[in-house]
């Protein structure tokens, strides 16, 4: 049998490796991953690695949202524009929102729950995990990548600190987002305005519907890929340790507790 495979030899596996990611199993504070829920529907699960369901939610999230003119209204509330900000919204689709809302919120928290316990089991077995994939499309492995690289690249374009620690489908994901909600909310063009000094063009062009999206979106891309760095260095330095052990430590070794070891 290999010992570095995943192919249902365990209960539970802490990792896998293949051409797509690295997905794996660690410790969430779920009132952070609660959190992201609430800033926009299917980020929460997206930081579990619940990709299917993240993506539905977060699809979920767009056209609902822009069909009862949530954001809109934020931004009339945000104004004190109390009365504009209840005349916009579309009560039909904004009882749809409320409920699905309101369950990723839940869903994801209970999520986080779940899976830490699974974590916490999962690293008592202790079995063996494949840390190497090579493919037709793609070869990826476990290795070390700097943190703040990858905030950086996010910071520039949401997605490209994704791709820096080979996260394939967040990656895409947030990529072709970001550029529909670059398109039609008219960002880029608005900025263009404000470098030339045409502060009310560049007010006027925006449409706030898509524009609210995009801080959102950004701050996930920045914090996914944090802290899928710190914590896929960890797992290379857990494996690492597991690897030089087991190969190379004389099996009489004992390491002194509470002492220096010299």
């Known amino acids: ?62 056209i609902v949202n822009l069909n009862a003119h949530v954001n809109s209204s934020m931004i009339y ?24 809302y309101a369950f990723g919120i839940w869903d994801s928290y209970r999520t986080a729950v779940d899976m830490n316990r699974m974590y916490l089991l999962a690293e008592q077995e202790s079995h063996p995990y494949n840390t190497f994939a090579l493919g037709a499309l793609e070869i990826n492995y476990l290795d070390k990548r700097d943190p703040r690289i990858a905030v ?4 520039f374009i949401p997605g490209l600190g994704q791709m820096y620690i080979h996260r ?23 900025v263009s305005l404000l470098f030339l000094g045409k502060l009310k063009e560049a007010s006027s062009v925006l449409h706030p519907d898509w524009l609210l999206f995009i801080p959102s979106h950004y701050g996930f891309a920045v914090y996914d890929s944090y802290i899928n760095t710190v914590e896929n260095n960890k797992l290379f330095e857990k494996d690492l340790r597991h690897y030089l052990t087991v190969n190379y430590q004389n099996e009489g070794f004992t390491l002194p507790n509470g002492q220096k070891v010299k």
Do not use: C
Request: charged share 15%; proline share 3%; net charge positive.
């Open 77 to 100: 509330t945000f104004g004190g524009h109390f009365d504009k900000a209840k005349d916009v919204l579309d009560t039909r689709w904004l009882l749809m929102y409320i409920p699905v």
């Open 152 to 155: 950086l690249w996010s910071a």
């Open 168 to 190: 394939i489908l967040t990656a895409f994901f947030v990529i072709v987002a970001l550029v529909i909600f670059f398109y039609y909310s008219h960002a880029q063009e608005a």
């Open 1 to 62: 049998m290999n010992n570095y495979s995943n192919e249902n030899t365990a209960r539970r596996y802490k990792a896998h490796v293949s051409i797509w990611g690295t997905t794996q199993l660690h410790l969430r504070n779920p009132f952070i991953i609660a959190w992201w829920s609430a800033a926009f529907p299917g980020f929460g699960h997206m930081l579990l690695s619940k990709y299917l369901r993240g993506y539905a939610l977060f699809i979920w999230e767009v």
